[in-house]
């Protein structure tokens, strides 16, 4: 558990300075570059929900924008909404697929959410634009790994979760334990 703190105050501290790095096309004093600049200072100060209004706003303002769907997505994903989170993500590497957070946050959380299939299409994907990124392709390695390993399960998905068992003979019990 602290191993996944730690990743996620990394991948955090990646975000914001990808913000820096990556900017936004907003002129100095338009209402998308005020609400931008807001909605980052709430996320460094951990005041989520401010952060993703004025993320909200920014965009209304500035629909183009990947940097603040990727700041849209990452405010959703620290309040604990994964799909918001995740539509924002995508909606950034459509508009900038080259966006490399946003790719290893979107990855980040379809393996969360247990999708190690699409989480490795992300990262292939990502790699394409930063062929040498070591964090890409780290993650990339270990999930390949972890999806040879998952290849030879069966799994039942309840509601909360997936059980994931050896063969047919553990069905019953695998469907019993999931609903």
Avoid: C
Wanted: proline share 5%; charged share 20%.
């Amino acid at each position: 558990m602290r191993s996944l703190r730690a990743a996620g105050l990394a991948s955090t501290l990646v975000l914001l300075s990808a913000a820096a790095t990556y900017g936004s096309p907003q002129r100095p004093g338009t209402r998308a570059y005020v609400e931008s600049g807001k909605a980052w200072e709430a996320i460094r100060e951990g005041r989520h929900e401010d952060a993703a209004a004025a993320f909200a706003a920014a965009l209304d303002a500035e629909p183009r924008d990947p940097a603040l769907h990727l700041g849209a997505g990452l405010a959703a994903h620290l309040l604990g909404r994964p799909t918001v989170a995740q539509h924002a993500l995508e909606r950034a590497l459509e508009l900038a697929p080259s966006l490399t957070p946003a790719s290893l946050l979107l990855g980040d959380i379809l393996y969360r959410g247990s999708d190690i299939a699409r989480a490795i299409q992300v990262y292939e994907l990502a790699l394409k634009y930063a062929p040498g990124d070591k964090t890409l392709t780290g993650r990339l390695e270990s999930l390949r790994r972890e999806a040879a390993v998952h290849d030879g399960f069966m799994s039942s998905h309840g509601t909360h979760f997936t059980v994931l068992f050896e063969g047919p003979a553990d069905a019953a019990i695998a469907n019993h334990a999931s609903t």
